[in-house]
């Protein structure tokens, strides 16, 4: 009979195996992953190690979605380079710990649900632009010291400890789920490697990691107008990024897991682990979608193995180095390949056919971005503007307008569609001033006045029948509309004549 337990979250059934075995696995692929990112910011592998320590424990503890990783991660090292360059280390604490306080403020101002507005093809996009990355990443330890491609027995060797690990973490569920296949695919070829003796490249290749405790550090910078000016734009984006990149991997996680974090909780836990960061002498960071879906894939689905993951990287760091330093890189490269495999969206090749041509457009521009510049941000922004535009373009060619004389020589125009900023040109021209009769109904029972522009349009449009003398009448406003009407009043002249039917536009609300 399985032990369980609950850890912070009583709603959460914790297996306790699984969330310890997993959270090892988790520990061991995030140190590459946090020197790697240390040293693309110009910064020393213990910083990027620490900031994967602080990061983890604290989303593990505070934050909305159990199960979720998080750690010093490349999209935060890119930001950081050229503030790593210009002013120094002092100064990456300093705007990690701003960008923490932007995170929590987001949270609380409950910003969080505004990932809503991310459409399903930016996701798609997002996604399998981040798999290609994490594939291109590994090909780096196909390379030397010098940077030169391995060749030879090297290659041969490496390429053949890689695929033995993807073979077994393909094959092993399908034998038995009790160990996880990542966490067993490392330890045999270490087993293999050590055995043999094979001269293969390890993480003690890259970077030591022997260290202690994270010093708690108050950035030593001066406390004054300019240094705020310098760090702000930094601060501004990391905090973007983090949240970005960390309320994503939570939409997708909760996909997979078919349960719902909260988002708004989590912007707080990542600007509270972003503070401590920045004190504990960490880089900062954010959630990481690869680690993230090897602890899910594993089986863990609360906070524990979050929690085991930051606190067996910190005993690897203070007292494990010179084992773990020999853990072989193949090892873990397999790992992050399969994690890509397993990250990509096949399931969006499948829809081209019946996705329409703008949302593949989308989503085919935004992995190319994503994969490209890196930049995960931008990649998001640019396709949600994108898709607001290609929305936009779609709703403008849907304004209609029915048009007819009833028996006391009286037309009507019935509008069906939305009216705003993008079809305003097109309801412009549904209308016949000059030829129209004294007296015009203009019915939005079928239509919905959804902005400025439209008010605006409805202005003009009154001014050009009364200008010729003309009665017009507008029927069918929703209570919305109206109230854009009556707050438009202060801004712009609405010349609008009561409707003695309907009396829908000088009704009070």
Known sequence: MKKYFNLFDLSQKVNYRTEILSGLTVAL?????????????????????????VMGLVTSVLGGRPGMISGATGAVAVVLVTLVQSHGVEYVFAAVILAGIFQISAGLLRLGKLMRLVP???????????AIIIFMSQLDQFKNDSGDWLSGSALYMFLGLVLITMLIIWLLPKLTKLVPASLTSIVFIFGLVTIFNIDTKTVGDIASISGSFPPFNLPDLPFTIETLMIILPYSAIVAGVGLIESLLTLNIIDEITQTRGRGNKEAVAQGTANILSGFFSGMGGCAMIGQSLINISAGARARLSGIFASIMLLMFIMF???????????????????????????ASLRTFRRMPVSDIFVMVVVTLVTAIIKNLALAVLIGVIL?????????????????FLDDNGIKHYEIYGPLFFGSVTAFNEKFDVNNDPDEVIIDFEESRVVDMSAIEALNKLTERYQNKGKKIHLKHLSADCRMLLKNAEEIIEVNILEDPTYKVVIDKI
């Open 320 to 346: 494990g180095s010179a084992l773990i330093e020999k853990v072989p890189m193949a090892a873990l490269t397999g790992l992050m390949i399969m994690v890509s495999i397993g990250t990509f969206e096949w």
């Open 120 to 130: 399903h093809p930016v996701i798609f996009g997002f996604v399998n632009g981040l």
């Open 29 to 53: 692929a995030l140190v590459p992953e946090a020197v790697a990112f240390a040293l693309i910011a110009g910064l020393s592998p213990l910083t990027g190690l620490y900031a994967a320590f």
């Open 387 to 403: 898709s607001a535009l290609v929305f936009a373009w779609d709703n403008a060619k849907r304004i209609r307008a029915r048009k």
